[in-house]
């Protein structure tokens, strides 16, 4: 019996994280917005309303930048998990009549 509440079909799609160059790009890119939003606040030459907003929108480009940084280091390890596993399935192969037959 599956593990849904409406007795139907489990769901076993699973998500793959960002390519790596994604995950970089969208770390480098929240890193940029916050040096730029923090450069500005600490001139001080805007109101103090804007510096606020300003200092908002460091703050959520730098979330942006962590959640690059692991998605980074997510697609790393997932990329060494799947050349281990293609590793493995070439030196476990079956030579000649012990061969498995072929999935359809």
Do not use: C, H, N, W
Request: net charge positive.
């Amino acid at each position: 019996m599956p593990d849904t509440p409406l007795e139907g079909e489990a769901v076993t799609e699973t998500r793959r994280p960002p390519s790596l160059r994604a995950a970089l790009a969208m770390a480098v890119i929240g890193g940029i917005v916050v040096l730029a939003a923090t450069l500005i606040v600490i001139r001080g030459d805007r109101a103090t309303g804007i510096e606020a907003l300003i200092g908002a929108i460091a703050l959520g480009a730098f979330g942006m930048m962590a959640y690059g940084l692991m998605q980074a280091v997510l697609a790393v390890i997932d990329t060494a998990g799947e050349r281990r596993r293609s590793d493995r399935d070439v030196t476990e192969r079956r030579q000649g009549e012990r061969a498995r037959p072929p999935k359809p």
